[in-house]
């Protein structure tokens, strides 16, 4: 069975960050997955994925969201936090949502 990830899985073939940056992205959003991720499922338009919170996680999450807006805007990034846990939500088209994981 395979590992469940987040929402980046490869660094996207599209990505504006640059591979320096890219590849720290990418590390970083493992380490949050690895920790935290409770559970990833997708539908058309949408990829929802629930991490366990805590300070830790909340931060990073928050800080790698920072990130992704700057580029990889043409999808909608949205958090909701609840005491124990955090749901990102992730809209797009369904090919702009392959576009995150569609590595280079």
Do not use: K, N
Request: aromatic content about 4%.
């Amino acid at each position: 069975m395979a590992q469940e990830t987040g929402p980046v899985e490869e660094l996207p073939a599209a990505c504006t960050l640059g591979p320096g940056r890219g590849e720290e992205q990418l590390r970083r959003w493992r380490a949050l997955d690895g920790g935290h991720l409770l559970h990833r499922s997708r539908q058309p338009g949408e990829l929802v994925v629930r991490y366990r919170a805590d300070e830790a996680s909340r931060r990073e999450l928050t800080e790698l969201i920072d990130v992704e807006q700057e580029c990889c805007g043409f999808v909608t990034w949205t958090v909701l936090d609840t005491d124990d846990e955090l749901t990102l939500v992730v809209r797009g088209s369904p090919p702009e949502l392959d576009a995150l994981s569609a590595g280079g």
